[in-house]
């Protein structure tokens, strides 16, 4: 089936401990996004790829960055989590040109910070 | 500053019996507005959407309201089921060239009571 992946399901990490996480999609879509959610929050936008073009939002930590090597992967790395950065990450998939309504999304990763 | 707001973080309803979610909106900017629903250890999935040139969409059982006027949307569920019980995410969106960003809200845990 066609989906989009996200690797691992649960990371745990320490302070300051860089970690990468990861997604891939067998959809063929060019727009790859990358959500934090905390808990009880709306899942924020940290940015978004357009084909290879990053798109940053504004209000996101320089601590994050993405890498997207090919059009099937897509990589978080988080340089020096904090506590604050304990969180659900999702990944979601597009084909631009389409509606929003058919953005599809990973499980997630789980990420704690000790 | 929250562009979308759920105000009712949960809610308990009766199977069989009508489930109404609420949503309100500050952006007027916005024009296209969706439901996603989310189930423990899954990503959200697509539900239903609204163009803000309708007033109304309907699909099965999920009926959207939207009043423009009040910047405010509905979800109506008739009747629940214990499926339905899930989090549910309002969305919302313009849709235009180069725009390719969802705001969500925090979110409703919906428990349908057998």
């Known amino acids: 089936d066609a989906m989009v992946i996200q690797n691992p399901r649960y990371q745990v990490t320490q302070f300051g401990k860089p970690v990468t996480l990861s997604c891939s999609q067998t959809l063929n879509h060019n727009v790859m996004y990358w959500y934090q959610q905390k808990s009880s929050q709306a899942p924020k936008l940290l940015f978004h790829y357009y084909d290879k073009d990053f798109n940053n939002e504004a209000d996101t930590p320089d601590n994050f960055q993405s890498r997207r090597p090919n059009t099937s992967f897509c990589f978080l790395d988080i340089r020096s989590p904090g506590l604050g950065d304990a969180a659900m990450y999702l990944c979601?998939?597009?084909?631009?040109?389409?509606?929003?309504?058919?953005?599809?999304f990973g499980p997630g990763t789980r990420l704690t910070v000790l | 500053d929250q562009q979308v707001k759920q105000n009712s973080p949960s809610l308990s309803v009766q199977e069989g019996r009508i489930s109404i979610l609420n949503c309100d909106y500050t952006n007027s900017m916005f024009d296209y507005f969706l439901w996603y629903k989310k189930y423990p250890a899954e990503g959200p999935t697509f539900l239903i959407s609204i163009s803000s040139i309708k007033d109304k969409n309907e699909d099965g059982r999920f009926t959207v309201f939207l009043n423009k006027s009040a910047k405010h949307l509905s979800l109506h569920i008739v009747p629940s089921q214990p499926g339905d019980s899930a989090v549910y995410f309002c969305a919302a969106t313009w849709e235009g060239f180069g725009n390719e960003k969802l705001t969500f809200g925090t979110g409703t845990r919906l428990t349908i009571i057998p």
């Open positions: 979601a998939t597009r084909t631009s040109g389409r509606r929003q309504d058919e953005q599809f």
